[in-house]
């Protein structure tokens, strides 16, 4: 985020507080329960928005060097990305060009070569198939028709994106719509990953995210953890047209009243959390990141799993190594025993199916921007205020 971007959000803040006021989506909506239970509309999220979009699957963090690699199967096809002896960001299917098995099953590591366990075929970190274990007894094969099936993957402003379709296009300008300013002076293209954590949980994956959404619950679900540190009811919100950005508002901002705004600086009195769309949320402290990417389960819209990774800046993390587990447990204390485990109360509520809207209101703008996001991705009208 820019300085003058920076100074405008914690003005904005400022304001909200003295005036009593929040963010305003300028009405109430009404979203209809069931897209939090119902099976079809589930699969129909998981065909479009996680098979028709570019996906986020990592930061350039998980992939430091030549050689590294990281495995993903939480889109519903297993994705093998490399960083090549280029250098250059790759991903492929996970899927061995002879009869099919993945090539690699560990989660992340480093290797300059992947061998199939089944017949031991091998693939460079190109994707090439380059050894084919008696190959005069097995028939001719053209070795450069059979690589690994390489997908779209485009790394940028330390974001891994791959498209899991083989066809498919990514267009970056899209993908980052009214975020790349904020996201190229961040510099996280620098940063090192500390510590990854799963979080399997009994809730639909945009019950998750919408954990994300508004700070009207700080002082109350978060009486004792957040609302110590955080101003709630108040809220900086951008939305763009996939995307959007919040600033929370933290209690530090009360001493940058006495200090130039010059020497202001957003990690002193805002919290900023951007969301990526169809799945990913990324909270921004001094110099660490917390990235959720949150998934659906292909057969239950009862369950999800966040995959959250913390990310810190090199020198930051080599001087206290420890910072990496704090963080995780204090994002880990506040976000799952607390805002996930609240939803998954509202999950068994919904699954009744006596329940039939929930209800955003007027101080919760995200909420509205992102579910109507989803809407108009699955091919439905947007939920119009109340009136
Ligand atoms: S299936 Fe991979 S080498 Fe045979
Ligand atoms: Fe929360």
Partial sequence: MKPDV??????????????????????????????YTCRDIARQEREIMFRKYPQMIGMSGDLPEPGNFLTNNDLGIPVLATRDKTGKFRAFLNACRHRGPMVETERRGKKALFSCPFHAWSYDTAGALVAVPMEDQFGKIDRTCLGLRELPAVEHLGFLIIHPDPEGEIDVDSVFQGLDDDFRAWGWDSYVLGLEQTLDMKLNW???????????????????????????????????????????????IDDLRSQPESQWKIQAGGFPVYFLFPNVVINVGDQRIAVVRVYP?????????????????KDVLAENPDMALMFSQGFTNIVA??????????????????????????????????????????????????T
């Avoid at 959404?213 to 109350?220: N, Q």
């Avoid at 389960?297 to 800046?313: A, L, T």
Wanted: with cysteine; net charge negative; glycine share 6%.
């Fill in 6 to 35: 920076q100074i405008e959000v914690l003005r904005e803040l400022m304001d909200q507080l003295d005036r009593g006021v929040n963010a305003d989506a300028g009405g109430m909506r009404a979203f209809p329960a069931d897209a």
């Fill in 206 to 252: 945009k019950l998750a995210t919408d954990t994300f959404g508004e700070t009207y619950h700080f002082k109350r679900l978060h009486k004792d953890t957040l609302a110590v540190n955080f101003h709630g009811d108040v809220l900086s919100y951008r939305a763009y047209e996939r995307n959007h950005r919040m600033v929370l508002c933290l209690k530090g």
């Fill in 297 to 313: 389960d292909p057969e239950n819209p009862g369950r999800s799993i966040s995959q959250v990774s913390y990310y810190f800046r």
């Fill in 337 to 386: 025993a607390e805002d996930y485990a609240t939803a998954e109360t509202t999950q068994i509520a919904l699954e009744s199916g006596l329940v039939d809207t929930v209800l955003f209101g007027r101080n919760e703008p995200p909420l509205h921007h992102y579910h109507n996001t989803f809407r108009k991705a699955l091919g439905l009208e947007p939920v119009a205020l109340l």
